[in-house]
């Protein structure tokens, strides 16, 4: 498991040899995870007769998993239903253990079986759960860490939202997805046609607030299996899989309404409007390269007729 690098593949990994090796047909893993500016413990993994459970969020000092991440103590429980620190008694399950995740001192989660019937588990069991799960947190830890780092590097600093080489890796795997399927696939290429005049009228710092805020409505008001992305400077990127030149329409149509309000009154004295350029896969291009570049020159096209209806050159952003 030391070798295990991606979170996800190590959880599996967790529940399956709690069952296959030790013999524990339910098992979960909770960690430690903050969520809106507080500490949640989430369910990361469950089998058996807590397999339901995955995604279920434990606020901080609720429940019996925060009581055995806080004090670093395994407990065992002989029956869920007559306890009062179980916040979630299902009919199925009346006994469990619980051991912490603990790493160099500090509290990551918390290691848990179940059983259907009452006073199934021995000291035994808790000793055995409690060793491994010693073994296994510096695992989670790195795990954790690696997944941070590599989500870091997916990331735009100032905008959160995905960054270019994100953007571009995921767009090959579509490429290569599309070939493999009749369904198609489009891209877009958004861009801000007034964000130089703030830049230099109200500053950076207001120009940083523009981005940001039309990156949260991207982010808000599109579909879950798209991607948005900052592509660079105050141009953003949208991937939407199996989706054809009609739909990436209304798609951007009801996005960019949804931006223009993004910005608040900056918006408004600045005039900041969207020219956008979008292709679509296979009839604008079978490749990566072919797509950016269909979707650059409608983005310019539309950039020139943006710069003479208002009587100027186009906005260079």
Same mark, same amino acid.
């Given at each position: ?40 413990? !989430?369910? #990361? ?23 055995? $991440? ?6 065992? !429980? ?63 830890? !790195? ?41 198609? !696939? ?9 964000? #130089? ?61 949804? $931006? ?42 539309? #950039? ?14």
């Amino acid at each position: 498991m030391s070798a295990v690098l991606d979170l996800a593949m190590l959880l599996r990994h967790i529940i399956s040899a709690m069952h296959d090796a030790i013999g524990f047909e339910s098992s979960a893993v909770s960690l430690l995870e903050l969520c809106d500016g507080q500490d949640v413990l !989430v369910v #990361k993994a469950a089998s058996g007769l807590r397999a339901n459970t995955v995604g279920l969020r434990f606020p901080r000092g609720r429940g019996l998993v925060w009581e055995v $991440m806080q004090g670093q103590t395994p407990i065992v !429980v002989p029956d869920l239903h007559a306890d009062p620190r179980v916040l979630r008694k299902d009919a199925g399950v009346r006994s469990g253990i619980y051991a912490p995740l603990v790493t160099r001192n500090r509290s990551i989660g918390v290691l848990s079986a179940y059983r259907a019937a009452t006073d199934a588990f021995t000291e035994a069991d808790l000793h055995l759960l409690t060793v491994v799960g010693r073994y296994i947190a510096g695992a989670v830890e !790195v795990s954790q860490l690696h997944d941070a780092l590599r989500t870091a590097a997916a990331t735009d600093s100032l905008t959160g939202i995905a960054n270019r080489r994100a953007f571009m890796d995921r767009l090959e795997q579509e490429v290569a997805r599309s070939r493999r399927t009749p369904r198609p !696939v489009t891209i877009v290429l958004l861009d801000l046609d007034g964000f #130089k005049q703030i830049n230099d009228t109200d500053g950076h710092h207001a120009g940083d607030d523009v981005l940001v805020a039309v990156a949260r409505a991207l982010t808000r008001h599109r579909r879950a299996s798209d991607l948005a992305a900052r592509y660079g400077g105050d141009e953003f990127a949208l991937l939407l899989p199996e989706t054809d030149r009609d739909e990436a329409t209304a798609v951007v149509t009801r996005l960019t309404e949804a $931006m223009i309000g993004a910005g608040g009154s900056a918006d408004e004295s600045h005039g900041l409007r969207f020219s956008w350029g979008s292709a679509t896969r296979p009839a604008d291009g079978a490749t990566a390269d072919q797509l950016l570049l269909a979707a650059d020159f409608r983005l310019y096209r539309m #950039k020139e007729q943006h710069g003479r209806l208002t009587g100027g050159r186009p906005s260079q952003g």
